[in-house]
């Protein structure tokens, strides 16, 4: 048996493509996890008090309170509940599209909550969005913590 011995040289070729779409593949992933290893850090700053001093929502966006009385407010001003319709009227007058925030104190009536939603919807405004806080944990009394 024979075997053959190549004479002839023959130059290995590397394949381009390949290559390429290996190193893209390495440049992104390298970029991606720089990118979250990058501690973001804020500058701690104190501002300046003014006595002063009011804070401004949007434009756009009103506060509606339901007190426990059965009336609201409306950004601080005090509405009567026979007089809700005209006050979203004139908010909806102001604003063609307005955005109205519900909220209400503890006791309040959530039927008064439901009548502003109506109200509203009826009128036209459609972005309306009920407001709450979080609850602050509750510390257990008479010694129920520790089980006994």
Request: aromatic share 6%; net charge positive; charged share 25%.
């Given at each position: ?5 190549q ?8 394949e ?10 390495l440049?992104?992933?390298?970029m ?21 001093a ?9 506060t ?35 955005k ?20 509203a919807?009826k ?10 806080t ?11 913590a520790?089980?006994?």
């Amino acid at each position: 048996m024979k075997i053959r011995i190549q004479t002839e040289k023959h130059r290995p070729r590397l394949e381009i493509i390949p290559f390429i779409d290996v190193m893209f593949f390495l440049l992104a992933t390298f970029m991606i996890v720089s990118l979250t290893m990058v501690k973001n850090e804020t500058i701690q700053i104190k501002l300046p008090k003014s006595t002063t001093a009011v804070s401004q929502p949007p434009p756009d966006q009103v506060t509606v309170k339901v007190l426990e009385e059965g009336n609201f407010l409306f950004d601080k001003e005090k509405v009567l509940s026979q007089e809700l319709t005209s006050k979203l009227n004139q908010i909806k007058a102001s604003n063609p599209d307005p955005k109205i925030f519900v909220t209400g104190e503890p006791n309040a009536s959530f039927e008064l909550v439901v009548k502003i939603i109506d109200e509203a919807r009826k009128i036209g405004i459609n972005k309306i969005a009920i407001q709450t806080t979080k609850p602050q944990p509750q510390t257990q009394k008479n010694g129920l913590a520790n089980g006994t």
